[in-house]
């Protein structure tokens, strides 16, 4: 009987070491396959990137190159015209367009970022953004003591940019504010926080939740670019929060 119950025991413990085994190796698999999408997953982002900034220069070129000389052949050709006044309309309307364009481009395709430029380019975009020269709104870059870009690279730095550059723009078209903020905070050892503030009109707590649970396509007119946010901060390795009320202006954080 002593026999035959040390026999079930030692069924029972083999049984139980194989599937133990089993399982080990079904999580190990797991794991390299979750590894391997997680893998693919960056290098469709980090190639999606690239991809829109190559895009981006192609479309800057296509208008430097070819609208804004179209542009400025109409302006001289309006100088021959016998009607003054009219000349005077066409011209004044396209040196208007003109500077538009002019800041599409510089929209599209900015100097290259690097470390020691990143905070006045940023400064310069805002001012652009927000025409702060005629238009009285207040922008501001602040960069606190001890922020070290050293560690980026400069494809990193362009993505910081396009980040702040995206969250600019839809302050510009959707807030309704007077003054915004970009600040960049020191979190200690290789970490690094950007705060972007508005006193604008706010946002819905309901749509804030969507925003940050990134419910993108729940979004009508506004995915497009809030993904590109959440998108390259992931890449970077950064997570993106909202924080807002109706009325309140709107507050965003990407730490890393």
């Not at 993505?159 to 600019?168: D, P, T």
């Not at 940050?212 to 590109?228: A, M, T, V, Y």
Request: proline content about 2%.
């Amino acid at each position: 009987m002593r026999q035959q119950f040390f026999s079930y025991y030692m069924w029972f413990i083999a049984t139980l070491l194989i599937a133990m085994t089993v399982l080990i190796l079904l999580n190990i698999r797991e794991s390299k396959r979750k590894d391997k999408i997680i893998a693919n997953s960056e290098m469709f982002l980090r190639h999606s990137m690239l991809v829109q900034e190559s895009e981006r220069k192609r479309i800057s070129l296509d208008l430097h190159d070819s609208v804004l000389q179209g542009m400025r052949c109409v302006s001289r050709l309006a100088e021959n015209l016998s009607d003054k006044k009219a000349a005077r309309e066409i011209i004044d309307t396209q040196t208007e367009n003109i500077e538009s364009i002019r800041k599409l481009c510089y929209n599209l395709t900015p100097p290259a970022i690097n470390k020691g430029n990143l905070i006045p380019s940023l400064t310069f975009l805002g001012q652009k953004i927000f025409d702060t020269a005629n238009s009285g709104f207040q922008f501001r870059v602040v960069c606190e003591q001890g922020v070290d870009f050293d560690r980026w690279e400069e494809d990193a730095l362009l993505n910081l940019y396009r980040i702040v550059q995206e969250v600019l723009q839809n302050i510009q078209k959707h807030a309704e504010a007077e003054e915004a903020t970009v600040f960049f905070k020191d979190c200690g050892p290789d970490s690094l926080k950007i705060i972007i503030t508005d006193d604008g009109r706010g946002m819905d707590p309901e749509l804030v939740a969507r925003i940050n649970d990134s419910s993108f396509e729940q979004l009508e007119g506004l995915h497009f670019g809030l993904r590109n946010i959440f998108e390259r901060a992931k890449l970077l390795g950064g997570k993106v929060t909202y924080f807002s009320e109706d009325g309140c202006g709107t507050r965003l954080t990407v730490e890393f």
